[in-house]
C-alpha cells in the first residue's frame, strides 16, 4: 500500500515526496546548469550556492519510500535502507529547521531513532498516519 487516505479524503501516494517538491528541484538544476555554463565571475558565494542546489535536490529527488509485506524500505540520498516491521515501534512527527515542514522520525527498538525526512506539514501528517495505519495492521507492537 503506497496511497493513503488524506483528511480531504482523497488518496496520496506516499512513496515518493509530493509532485511541487520534485518539480522545485528539477527548477534548482536547471537554474544551476545555466549558472555553471554562463560567462560570470565565480565568486566563493556562487560556489555556496551551487553546493546548497545540488544538495538540496539531491535530497527532494533521491527520497522514496516502498512498503513490502515484510519491511518498510526507505531511499535516503540513494542509499536503500530495509527496516523490519518489527522493528519500528513509534513513528512521529518532530520539528524541522524549515518554516511549515515537519520530520517523519521511526523509534526502532534496536538503534537510535531514524529519520524519514523532511516534509510539508500535510504530507508529512499523512505519511505517518499511513505508516501508523500498516505497523497497527500488521500488529505489530506500536
Not at 61 to 72: C, G, K, M, N, V
Amino acid at each position: 500500500m503506497t496511497e493513503s487516505l488524506n483528511q480531504v479524503g482523497t488518496y496520496v501516494d506516499i512513496s515518493t515526496r509530493p509532485r511541487l517538491d520534485r518539480v522545485t528541484s528539477v527548477v534548482e538544476l536547471v537554474v544551476l546548469l545555466i549558472l555553471c555554463v554562463a560567462r560570470m565571475p565565480r565568486t566563493p558565494w556562487f560556489y555556496i550556492l551551487a553546493i546548497l542546489l545540488l544538495w538540496d535536490a539531491i535530497r527532494v529527488l533521491s527520497w522514496a519510500l516502498e512498503i513490502t509485506p515484510q519491511e518498510l524500505r526507505v531511499r535516503r540520498y540513494f542509499l536503500w535502507r530495509a527496516i523490519p516491521w518489527e522493528e519500528i515501534r513509534t513513528v512521529g512527527l518532530g520539528d524541522t529547521w524549515g518554516r511549515g515542514q515537519k520530520a517523519v522520525r521511526l523509534g526502532l527498538a534496536s538503534q537510535p531513532s531514524l529519520s524519514l525526512g523532511a516534509f510539508s506539514s500535510a504530507f508529512a501528517t499523512v505519511v505517518c498516519d499511513s505508516l501508523r495505519a500498516e505497523i497497527t495492521q500488521r500488529g505489530s507492537n506500536f
